[in-house]
């Protein structure tokens, strides 16, 4: 779909592609924008999108469009690709040792039962908005363009710094496979500061590699990441039959030496062994078939996901005792222990596999993620336009791309990389809030009586939810008064909307079931195991927050203003 008027070509570069809005034609329209910012943030922040302008009128951004070229079979395999990476083979041994022992099994159970929630949510909403924007686009209707944009610049940010470290992550365990040390393949250099000594020239190609094939064409990715993410699999099931080959079912006992809150402590560490499946929502605009394929590819994906995991946790603590096993390479020493030496060549084989499809699977998804966002005008919307002759959007894959390659040749980011995940969570505890509000409140439609009701019980939701988590944090041994507090005032929320609260929407094709419980719920293990992140996490979140707010107040919010207003320039 093209704009209407002359016809440009893709590649192009002038101010008007970049701020093509009327308050950054020249400093005194920049100066009257930034005199209305109350005004403008206060319009904003009132200000709903609709399922119209988000399927079809932000599309004419791109000036053309994506193909539709996707089947439930892609997209089960982009699951696959997405979320199974060094995570698992990484997270297992390190929690297992150190937090859960053998019950690292429950930690996989509840993270896997809280990532099922989010799924389900998401899936409702990618059902019936199925746009490239994914959560971007499902708050922004829902909750309107602030909260979107606190979204969207986590997304962002977890899309740079997290293809970062993956590609760094790639690097060491490619180092593995050639039997040399993880950092054998990186240079040393004298001329930078500690944490940035290390250049990464692999990790850069490896990024560069991904964005290419992501560039040319959905579906020829969809194919390697078919034939990668088989051979992973692969792997992976070998390493579980081996495992309860060699089991020894008294590595078992005790099962729970670091107690309940070891568990959940794990529980949400290894949560992000499941990250990644919300790419799948952005592919929605590329699917032949949204209402079927999109459901049957994140939940089928997702459910047989997390067999796996607890089938890995389970083989990896019958093999070894949870003291013996070696946090930094667990697989590979638990078979040495059983006389498989070779084992850890075929781990390294399985994470390198799974570390490939997350990259290229991460190129489709973020481009997307961004593309959606430039629609809006929250970034220049040069990053909107889609490729008349490839389908995809090249400069969206390129905004990821090219800084995610400068961060990976000089920075280890293991430690920035982790305090990552709060954003994630952030991001699904706004999802089940936002179905919530599309369920029980439509504009112009519902009382003002129950939208108050509403707002309420969320809000009690969340703050016993908090509280609960807080509380858990505290480590008040022996001490249950706090839960008999926090609980049930969650449980007053939740039947808060179920006695008080119309429902004023039904899902048209597919929906989440027993809304509210499953929803609130889902709120509730999300703000629980950011709970258990500890606080640098919380200050990191503060800090990127802070910047983004900068960001949005100068720039961002006079765009999407002048875009909703249609006070564009027209491009030349």
Not at 126 to 151: C, H, K, M, N
Not at 244 to 260: K, R, V
Request: with cysteine; net charge positive; hydrophobic share 50%.
């Amino acid at each position: 779909m093209k704009v209407e008027g002359e016809e440009r070509g893709y590649w192009r570069c002038s101010k008007k592609d970049f701020y093509p809005e009327e308050s950054f034609q020249s400093f005194g329209s920049y100066r009257a924008a930034l005199s209305q910012t109350c005004f403008r943030f206060k319009n904003r922040f009132v200000s709903r999108s609709d399922d119209e302008n988000e399927r079809f009128e932000l599309r004419k951004q791109s000036e053309n469009e994506m193909k539709r070229s996707l089947t439930w079979w892609d997209l089960v395999w982009f699951g696959f690709g997405s979320v199974i990476g060094a995570g698992i083979f990484v997270l297992t041994g390190q929690e297992a040792h150190e937090q859960a022992g053998p019950a690292i099994v429950l930690s996989y159970v509840v993270s896997g039962f809280s990532a099922m929630l989010s799924v389900f949510c998401y899936t409702e909403f990618a059902v019936e908005i199925p746009v490239a924007g994914g959560s971007f686009a499902y708050l922004r209707i829902e909750l309107g363009d602030f909260a979107a944009f606190i979204t969207a610049g986590n997304i962002l940010l977890e899309s740079i710094v997290g293809t970062a470290a993956v590609a760094r992550a790639w690097t060491s365990y490619f180092a593995t496979l050639l039997n040399r040390n993880p950092n054998a393949l990186r240079i040393k250099t004298d001329l930078t500061s500690p944490g940035f000594d290390l250049l990464d020239p692999i990790a850069v190609v490896v990024i560069v590699a991904a964005a290419t094939i992501a560039s040319i064409s959905t579906r020829k990715t969809s194919l390697i990441n078919w034939i990668a993410s088989a051979v992973n699999t692969l792997v992976i099931i070998f390493v579980i039959i081996a495992g309860f080959i060699h089991a020894n079912t008294s590595n078992l006992t005790p099962f729970l030496p670091y107690g309940p809150e070891g568990v959940f402590r794990a529980a949400a560490v290894v949560y992000f062994a499941y990250g990644g499946f919300d790419s799948i929502a952005t592919m929605a605009e590329e699917t032949k078939n949204p209402s079927r394929d999109i459901p049957i590819g994140l939940l089928g994906s997702m459910s047989i996901i997390t067999v796996i995991y607890c089938l890995m946790a389970l083989s990896l603590s019958m093999m070894q005792k949870y003291t013996d096993i070696d946090p930094n390479a667990a697989y590979s020493v638990a078979f040495q222990s059983v006389g498989m030496k070779w084992g850890k060549y075929l781990v390294a084989l399985g994470a390198l596999k799974g570390m490939t499809t997350v990259l290229l699977v991460g190129a489709l998804g973020q481009a997307r993620y961004i593309t959606h966002i430039a629609r809006t005008h929250m970034i220049p919307p040069i990053f909107a336009l889609v490729h008349p002759k490839t389908g995809t959007p090249i400069n969206a894959t390129l905004l990821v791309a090219i800084p995610s390659a400068l961060i990976a040749f000089f920075s280890g980011l293991d430690v920035l990389a982790s305090l990552l995940s709060i954003s994630t969570l952030f991001i699904f505890t706004m999802m089940p809030i936002a179905l919530l509000v599309r369920r029980y409140y439509a504009r112009e439609v519902t009382p003002r009586t129950d939208l108050l009701k509403l707002i309420i019980c969320i809000l009690i939701v969340l703050a016993s939810s908090m509280g609960t988590s807080a509380y858990w944090g505290m480590k008040v041994k022996g001490s249950w008064i706090g839960y008999t507090i926090t609980i049930p005032f969650w449980f007053l929320g939740t039947f808060g909307i179920v006695f008080f609260v119309s429902q004023q929407r039904s899902p048209k094709v597919w929906g989440v079931p027993l809304v509210p419980w499953l929803p609130c719920l889902s709120i509730a293990t999300n703000i629980f195991l950011m709970g258990s992140l500890g606080a640098q996490a919380f200050v990191r979140f503060g800090v990127c927050t802070l910047v983004m707010l900068l960001y949005y107040f100068l720039l961002g919010l006079h765009a999407t203003f002048d875009m909703a207003h249609q006070q564009i320039v027209p491009r030349s």
